[in-house]
C-alpha cells in the first residue's frame, strides 16, 4: 500500500511509527492554503525510543509533481514559515489533515474552532530577537492563536541536542473537529551521518 494511503488511514499512528520531514524553504512556504502532497520514502532508517531496535522508515512530505520516489497525492492545508515573521492559514473543510515547516525553536498557535470547525493556525519565528522564545508565544496569545500552543518550550530539551518537530493536524470529517499533534525527533551526528530517534507523537 503507497505511503499516502497508509498515512490517511491513520495520520496519528503513521507518525507514531515513522518519521516524516516538511520543506523548510522553498516556494511552498510563499503561501499558505490546501495543497497537493505526496510522502517521498527517503534513504536511511532511524530508531525509537519508545521501541529499542526497530527501524523506523523516514519520508519527506512534500509538494506533489516534483519527481523523486513519491508514494501516492494528498490534499492538505499547508501553514507557510518565514525567518523573523508570523505566517498563517485557516484550516476548514477542503482537507483533513494539516502541515507546516520543521520547528527547532518556533511556535505554533491555533485558534478557537468557528462553528464550521474551521481554525486559524499560524507559525512564528523570531529567531534574532532576545527572549524570543516568550515573544512568540505572547504574539500568539495576543493574537487570540493561543488556544492550543506548540511553544519551544515544550519540545526543546535541557540537554541542548538539536531536535526536529513537526507539527501537524487531523480533522476528523464526521465531528468537522481538528486536533493537533507534533512529532519529536532528536538530531544527533554519528561516524555515518546523521542520527535520527523518534521520541514521540504528543497531543496539543
Request: with cysteine.
Amino acid at each position: 500500500m503507497p505511503a499516502v494511503d497508509r498515512f490517511l488511514s491513520d495520520p496519528v499512528e503513521f507518525m507514531q511509527n515513522n518519521i516524516v520531514s516538511t520543506p523548510e524553504g522553498g516556494d511552498v512556504n510563499k503561501t499558505g492554503g490546501k495543497k497537493f502532497f505526496t510522502l517521498e520514502k527517503l534513504n536511511g532508517l532511524a530508531s525509537s525510543l519508545e521501541r529499542p531496535g526497530a527501524q523506523i522508515a523516514t519520508y519527506m512530505a512534500r509538494p506533489a509533481g516534483n519527481g523523486g520516489n513519491a508514494e501516492g497525492i494528498m490534499e492538505i492545508y499547508w501553514c507557510p514559515y518565514q525567518d523573523d515573521s508570523i505566517q498563517s492559514t485557516t484550516v476548514s473543510n477542503a482537507a483533513n489533515i494539516m502541515f507546516t515547516a520543521p520547528m527547532n525553536g518556533c511556535s505554533f498557535g491555533v485558534g478557537s474552532p468557528a462553528e464550521d470547525g474551521s481554525r486559524y493556525v499560524a507559525h512564528i519565528n523570531m529567531k534574532s530577537q532576545n527572549n524570543a522564545w516568550n515573544k512568540q508565544d505572547a504574539i500568539l496569545k495576543g493574537s487570540k492563536l493561543g488556544s492550543t500552543i506548540v511553544s519551544p518550550h515544550m519540545y526543546m530539551g535541557s540537554d541542548k541536542d538539536p531536535v526536529h518537530v513537526i507539527t501537524f493536524g487531523v480533522r476528523n470529517s464526521k465531528t468537522r473537529q481538528w486536533s493537533f499533534y507534533y512529532q519529536l525527533t532528536k538530531m544527533g551526528v554519528g561516524a555515518n551521518g546523521i542520527i535520527k530517534t523518534l521520541i514521540g507523537v504528543f497531543p496539543v
